[in-house]
């Protein structure tokens, strides 16, 4: 406590800086555990149903159940695309062939619209991880440089260089970098985590599009 | 058209201030520890031996043996074996007709022959002392008429100061805390400053007899000064002290010419 309460005001500042990025990283890093925890299993159990179900009417119908996977917000897209399509070419029915192709190609844009929305809602709040990881050593050693700079100051006033002045300075400024430290070392082990977790979720992503492309030319259209 | 999300997020003021509770429970915990167990940082203080001013032991008397070692004295040596071989003795003929009867009676009292040798060395030896004494004493007193000096092995004693080994003493101390202390700017800084310290060991007054002019030197002096009569002990037989001394980066010397 001593350590903490014997800084100069600079290391105050830096240590309450460093003190609110542990805070905002833990709490994104807490926030993303439990988001793509979610959306992984809830993935995983979507995927299940979709396969085991013969109509898309009967997974829309229940699609509510898997509603922290990004996959259902693709499903839900493709869907209400499709249905769009298809309600459009049933009103034009001389232009069918040409409806057809357009239709695939707008669900197409459709799934990957969903995608690119739900990458950025992945993704929200890890630039805050990578940038407290990067910065926070930095920070913290300023904290130290400042710290050594002013216990060599007061060393110099008091013109006593044995170790009982010099050391109690030394440590004081040095908590700055362990904190610096503290706060960066699971911001980055928590980055790599997430970007590994969510970049698994895009590669399901687009297997799931590509699949329900596949399914609506089957059946849809007929190829 | 509005892509609709999974679901909407709660945000993350929750997982904010759980957080926070986290931080706050770490840093009691890191207090608690603290208190529990407190870091005993001690700084041990330095003990100079004063050299100077230590007793010196007389060589004669032996080396001094502590309280307790007695028993840790070297064994004594096995006694002899009763059935040792004598060796033959020479019989001379002077001790064939020294051999009287009356004699026999010195013989039978050893112990009372042996108290006697003992009281005759001991007076050989107090007299051999007598004489060294006085030989030491007889080498001093023409050291002195020869030095002019007032005071009995110091050479450069004036006789006026009061105490020269209690220069030394000064001069050690001074140079302990000038050690803390030394600063300078300049390139061969020197002072000399006289000091002076009562019946009580209490310094009275530090005068700059001369300087170099280097200001951070000076500073230094002073405080190494200030410093060092923290630990001033009395000067002896209670009189007062004052001493010249030079300082210089290298060390303190005593101005024992003013």
């Known amino acids: 406590m001593a350590l903490l309460t014997g800084t100069g005001l600079i290391v105050k500042i830096v240590l309450l800086v460093l003190i609110g990025f542990s805070v905002i990283s833990w709490a994104i890093i807490m926030f993303k555990l439990f988001q793509v925890h979610r959306a992984n299993s809830e993935s995983v159990r979507f995927m299940d149903f979709f396969w085991k179900s013969k109509r898309f009417d009967a997974i829309a119908s229940q699609v509510d159940r898997f509603a922290n996977s990004p996959l259902t917000v693709l499903f839900n897209e493709g869907y209400g695309e499709l ?50 990881g990067s910065t926070s050593p930095f920070i913290g050693l300023f904290g130290t440089v400042w710290g050594i700079m002013t216990a060599f100051e007061s060393i110099g006033r008091t013109g006593s260089a044995s170790l009982a002045v010099v050391a109690p300075g030394i440590a004081e400024a040095l908590i700055a970098t362990a904190i610096g430290l503290v706060a960066a070392i699971p911001a980055v082990m928590a980055y790599n985590h997430f970007q590994h977790k969510i970049r698994v979720l895009i590669n399901e992503m687009d297997s799931f599009s590509t699949e329900f492309l596949n399914i609506v030319q089957r059946n849809i259209t007929g190829k | 058209m509005t892509i609709r999300p999974a679901k909407v997020d709660r945000g993350i003021g929750v997982s904010c201030i759980v957080s926070t509770v986290i931080h706050l429970t770490v840093f009691l915990l890191l207090l608690w520890w603290g208190k529990l167990f407190p870091a005993n940082i001690t700084y041990q203080e330095t003990y100079y031996v004063d050299v100077v001013n230590l007793p010196v032991a007389n060589p004669r008397a032996g080396s001094p043996t502590q309280k307790g070692n007695e028993a840790q004295v070297a064994p004594p040596p096995p006694p002899a074996p009763a059935s040792a071989m004598k060796l033959p003795e020479k019989s001379t003929p002077a001790a064939k007709t020294a051999v009287k009867p009356g004699a026999g009676a010195a013989k039978a009292d050893p112990a ?45 004693g004036s006789g006026t100061e009061h105490g020269s080994d209690y220069t030394a003493y000064i001069q050690s101390r001074l140079k302990d805390a000038f050690a803390e202390t030394i600063s300078y700017s300049g ?13 009580g060991g209490k310094l009275t007054r530090r005068t700059i007899e001369r300087s170099s002019g280097d200001h951070a030197f000076e500073l230094s002096v002073l405080r190494a000064i200030d410093l060092a009569s923290e630990k001033f002990t009395p000067p002896p ?22």
């Open chain 2, 237 to 258: 037989a209670k009189k007062l002290f004052e001493g010249v001394f030079v300082f210089k980066p290298q060390g303190i010397t005593p101005n024992r010419g003013k």
């Open chain 2, 187 to 199: 390139k061969n800084p020197e002072m000399i400053v006289r000091i002076f310290i009562d019946a």
């Open chain 2, 112 to 156: 009372k022959s042996d108290a006697a040798f003992a009281e005759r060395m001991a007076k050989l030896e107090k007299i051999n002392e007598a004489r060294h004494e006085e030989a030491v004493m007889e080498r001093l007193r023409s050291k002195i008429k020869a030095s002019g000096s007032g005071r009995a092995g110091m050479p450069t």
């Open chain 1, 83 to 132: 249905k769009k399509v298809v309600e459009g070419a049933g009103a034009s029915e001389g232009s069918a062939l040409s409806t057809d192709l357009g239709g695939v190609e707008n669900v197409s844009r459709a799934l990957r619209r969903a995608t690119n929305s739900e990458i950025t809602r992945l993704e929200k709040y890890l630039t805050f991880l990578a940038t407290t």
